[in-house]
């Protein structure tokens, strides 16, 4: 039986892509998976993964800024353990003994300049003495702001009575007050003191025994409690109190 002329032509496509599907399935099967993989119309393959977009760059942050150090204050408190603190403190410098004073140059570099609005008298003077029969070493400086004065003194009294027992003894009375003149003990930083405020004529006196062995005063008139307690900050105690 004779095709016609179109129909032959139909089954010889027919055919031809039967042959070719054959080969196609054959092919794959020998290739590697990434080429079977790369065989996969776009549609069906998977979706490549997508990269993050790059983070924008932060502003530049500001420089940190250095810490500022908060004013070191007199730490003061009025408390009933000051007159056992000032005990304890007699009790440390007699169980010690008796000892050599420092160089009085050495207390000398503790005085501390003027205060704002003050001017000093000369250099702070440094120099050995003798107070209840016994060597100390003392250093001293005198300051003035018109008519008002200003006068800080350290003394070491080496853990001598004559030195300590005043002041120990005086930390150990309770608050009296007499014709405007309050005096009163105290602790300041953590070392009896006693403080004396005399209103009417605008006097000050501040006497600090540091390490059991250390007296420091500030005393002057025309400036009041403020003043006179910012003076006493200003000592580096603690390089003070490790002296020897």
Same mark, same amino acid.
């Given at each position: 039986?004779?095709?016609?002329?179109?129909?032959?032509?139909?089954?010889?496509?027919?055919?031809?892509?039967?042959?070719?599907?054959?080969?196609?399935?054959? /092919?794959?099967?020998?290739? !590697?998976?990434?080429?079977? $993989?790369?065989?996969?119309?776009?549609?069906?393959?998977?979706?490549?993964?997508?990269?993050?977009?790059?983070?924008?760059?932060?502003? /530049?942050?500001?420089?940190?800024?250095?810490?500022?150090?908060? !004013?070191? /204050?007199?730490?003061?408190? @009025?408390?009933? %353990?000051?007159?056992?603190?000032?005990?304890?403190?007699?009790? *440390?410098?007699?169980?010690?003994?008796?000892?050599?004073?420092?160089?009085?140059?050495?207390?000398?570099?503790? *005085?501390? !300049? !003027?205060?704002?609005?003050?001017?000093?008298?000369?250099d702070a003077n440094g120099h050995?003495?003798?107070?209840?029969?016994?060597? *100390?070493?003392?250093? /001293?400086?005198?300051?003035?702001?018109?008519?008002?004065?200003?006068? $800080?003194?350290?003394?070491?009294?080496?853990?001598?009575?004559?030195? #300590?027992?005043p002041m120990t003894s005086a930390?150990?009375?309770?608050?009296?007050?007499?014709?405007?003149?309050? #005096?009163?003990?105290?602790?300041?930083?953590?070392?009896?003191?006693i403080e004396t405020v005399a209103?009417?004529?605008?006097?000050? %006196? @501040? #006497?600090?025994?540091?390490?059991?062995?250390?007296?420091?005063?500030?005393?002057?008139?025309?400036? %009041?409690?403020? @003043?006179?307690?910012?003076?006493?900050?200003?000592? %580096?105690?603690?390089?003070?109190?490790?002296?020897?």
């Amino acid at each position: 039986m004779r095709m016609s002329h179109g129909a032959g032509r139909a089954a010889l496509a027919m055919g031809l892509l039967m042959a070719i599907a054959a080969c196609g399935r054959a /092919d794959t099967k020998a290739l !590697p998976p990434a080429t079977v $993989v790369a065989m996969v119309p776009a549609a069906e393959a998977a979706p490549a993964p997508v990269e993050p977009a790059p983070a924008a760059a932060a502003p /530049d942050a500001a420089p940190a800024q250095p810490a500022v150090a908060a !004013p070191r /204050d007199a730490g003061v408190w @009025l408390s009933a %353990d000051v007159p056992r603190m000032a005990r304890r403190a007699q009790e *440390i410098a007699e169980a010690h003994g008796q000892a050599e004073p420092v160089a009085p140059e050495k207390l000398a570099e503790l *005085i501390p !300049p !003027p205060p704002f609005g003050w001017s000093a008298l000369g250099d702070a003077n440094g120099h050995f003495a003798q107070r209840g029969g016994v060597k *100390i070493a003392t250093a /001293d400086r005198m300051y003035s702001r018109g008519s008002d004065v200003l006068h $800080v003194q350290i003394v070491d009294g080496a853990y001598h009575a004559p030195v #300590s027992q005043p002041m120990t003894s005086a930390a150990r009375q309770p608050r009296r007050e007499k014709g405007g003149t309050v #005096s009163e003990p105290g602790a300041f930083a953590g070392y009896p003191a006693i403080e004396t405020v005399a209103g009417s004529t605008k006097g000050y %006196d @501040l #006497s600090v025994f540091v390490g059991s062995r250390f007296l420091v005063t500030v005393r002057g008139s025309g400036f %009041d409690r403020v @003043l006179g307690r910012a003076v006493w900050a200003s000592i %580096d105690r603690d390089r003070l109190a490790a002296l020897q």
